[in-house]
């Protein structure tokens, strides 16, 4: 059976075409699949994902789980609020309104704009959530940003696991993961590892050391980013798993994990002097 046969039958289970699968359907299988992943109660289109198709300005990084419940919007801040230190940065959630995680974490809230976003400021921080739920599924554009802006991406738990149906829609930003420090929790996250394409980097939330029977159950993707040193280890907070992501500042261990993923993600620029005395040095 060769993969492409294989490609259409997922797809067409995924449409509901269970019998008589024709050429047609083989021929259109991209629409197949998109018509599938729509009808997944509180998943966006892959195919209209809007980081994907116009240039945003600036440059883009997705935060991304690599599992259920593993922490992204909080790394999402955390890395977005490193970031700030020394570039204008912006945090735009995807997560619908019921389900967002950084809803309160804005300090001042500035109101909706009238392409259905909902704007707030966070110290030196745009922060920008959805206002409503997208009715058709389609995922509103990024908010107009400077080139030399950096949006933060948290696309939220039910756009991630339509993402990952279709890996060409993590293209063209860079790429965070986070996990757990559990056996079940790298596995699945070997999983996402491996689904896209390119390199990526890991924040773990949990122990700066993991466990035997954790480091025993790395994958082969994730074991690679470990020892490249790609993996940021995010300490386990408890004062953040009853409040959750409010106003007041992040526990100092956790920003000083923001503040590590962003230089390594995206380094600062070396100063505009030192820059002048590399090029004098150079024409000498």
């Not at 269970?18 to 699949?33: G, H, I, K, M, R």
């Amino acid at each position: 059976m060769t993969v492409r046969a294989m490609r259409a039958a997922v797809v067409a289970i995924r449409a509901g075409l269970f019998d008589d699968v024709t050429d047609d359907v083989l021929a259109q299988e991209d629409q197949a699949f998109g018509a599938a992943v729509r009808r997944r109660a509180g998943q966006p289109d892959h195919s209209r994902v809007p980081w994907t198709r116009a240039g945003v300005g600036g440059r883009v990084i997705l935060v991304v789980a690599g599992h259920a419940g593993a922490g992204a919007s909080t790394v999402a801040l955390a890395l977005a609020e490193g970031l700030a230190e020394n570039r204008r940065v912006q945090l735009v959630d995807y997560s619908e309104p019921a389900r967002s995680g950084l809803a309160a974490a804005p300090t001042i809230e500035l109101g909706t704009d009238g392409a259905g976003w909902r704007c707030g400021r966070r110290g030196r921080l745009d922060v920008i959530r959805l206002a409503r739920g997208p009715a058709d599924g389609a995922l509103p554009p990024l908010p107009e940003a400077d080139a030399d802006t950096t949006v933060v991406v948290d696309p939220g738990w039910s756009t991630t696991s339509a993402l990952l149906d279709s890996p060409r829609s993590l293209v063209d930003c860079s790429l965070v993961v986070v996990t757990r420090v559990t056996i079940p929790a790298i596995r699945q996250t070997e999983q996402v590892l491996a689904a896209v394409s390119g390199e990526a980097e890991v924040a773990a939330v949990g122990p700066a050391r993991w466990p035997r029977l954790v480091e025993a159950n790395c994958g082969p993707r994730l074991g690679e980013a470990r020892s490249k040193g790609q993996v940021v280890p995010v300490p386990f907070c408890r004062r953040l798993q009853t409040t959750g992501l409010t106003g007041d500042r992040l526990p100092k261990p956790v920003a000083a994990a923001g503040r590590a993923l962003a230089a390594l993600v995206a380094p600062p620029a070396p100063p505009r002097h030192r820059r002048r005395a590399v090029r004098a040095g150079a024409t000498r």
